[in-house]
């Protein structure tokens, strides 16, 4: 396993390599110190840095993925971080669930218009469709 991608400094926040500082850490609750992100880390979500915005890209589990083609398939969210997670996690999406990249806008998600078009509906009906059949048996992509 490499070394460390970012930390989480309290159960909701996490930094960046470039912006954790262990000597500025003042410690959480029972933790005695951050607990490390490395790549392989697998969580429910996107991570990002609480100082400065980066995108930590670890693994994210079947729910997460879900959640990943569903923000972007509603455009649901910041334009600058939806194309991040577009470009980091979109050439994932479809070995954890059944969506068109181009109904996502996977690679070309300019995040203008936040209605929903018929593409993304579709999409939104596959996906919808595939959770309530139950998440596959897969495990996370090496990033």
Do not use: N
Not at 11 to 35: I, K, L, M, T
Not at 117 to 126: C, E, G, P
Request: glycine residues 12%; aromatic residues 10%; contains cysteine.
């Amino acid at each position: 396993m490499s070394g460390p991608i970012g930390f989480y400094v309290t159960s909701d926040d996490a930094q960046c390599v470039d912006c954790h500082d262990p000597g500025e850490w003042s410690g959480f609750e029972e933790w005695q110190e951050p607990s490390v992100i490395f790549e392989g880390t697998i969580a429910d979500s996107p991570t990002h840095c609480t100082d400065c915005g980066a995108l930590i890209p670890h693994g994210l589990t079947v729910d997460g993925y879900g959640y990943v083609a569903e923000r972007l398939a509603r455009r649901a969210g910041r334009p600058d971080i939806l194309d991040k997670w577009a470009r980091t996690y979109g050439p994932y999406l479809e070995d954890f669930v059944d969506v068109d990249h181009d109904a996502l806008g996977v690679g070309s998600y300019s995040g203008s218009d936040r209605t929903l078009d018929a593409a993304s509906t579709r999409a939104l009906d596959q996906l919808s469709r595939l959770r309530s059949a139950g998440p596959p048996d897969l495990g996370p992509p090496g990033l």
